[in-house]
């Protein structure tokens, strides 16, 4: 069992700047694809970034050149850097930790772009 806790969510204008955190209860990073997906309101869930065990980093095109996935292996801590924010990325965002077999999903933290 792999526990994910989501901190950094708040209220920030257009074009401000936010950094995501996600804990991870152990050290999961050499077999699961860590990601951040996000839930806007009437919306679907949908990819943010994901980075795999050997650091490629994949991101939904609406955040591309603004948002940037990273992780701290020693800290066991997956992070999303959210810049040039748009009100149309307000949405509650997931952290997720992806192997073949296993899926895990934290509570989400809300992140709410005013105009």
């Known amino acids: 069992q792999v526990q994910l806790v989501e901190s950094g969510g708040g209220l920030v204008q257009a074009g401000g700047s936010l950094r995501l955190s996600c804990a991870t209860s152990?050290?999961?990073?050499?077999?699961?694809?860590m990601g951040w997906y996000r839930q806007g309101p009437g919306k679907q869930r949908e990819l943010v970034a994901t980075?795999?065990?050997?650091?490629?980093?994949n991101y939904g095109d609406p955040v591309k050149g603004r948002f940037t996935i990273s992780r701290d292996n020693a800290k066991n801590m997956v992070y999303l850097q959210m810049n040039s924010l748009k009100p149309e990325d307000t949405a509650v965002y997931y952290c997720?930790?992806?192997?073949?077999?296993?899926?895990?999903w934290g509570q989400g933290t809300q992140v709410t772009v005013s105009s």
């Open positions: 152990r050290n999961i990073f050499s077999s699961y694809s």
């Open positions: 997720n930790a992806r192997s073949y077999t296993y899926d895990y």
């Open positions: 980075i795999t065990p050997v650091g490629r980093t």
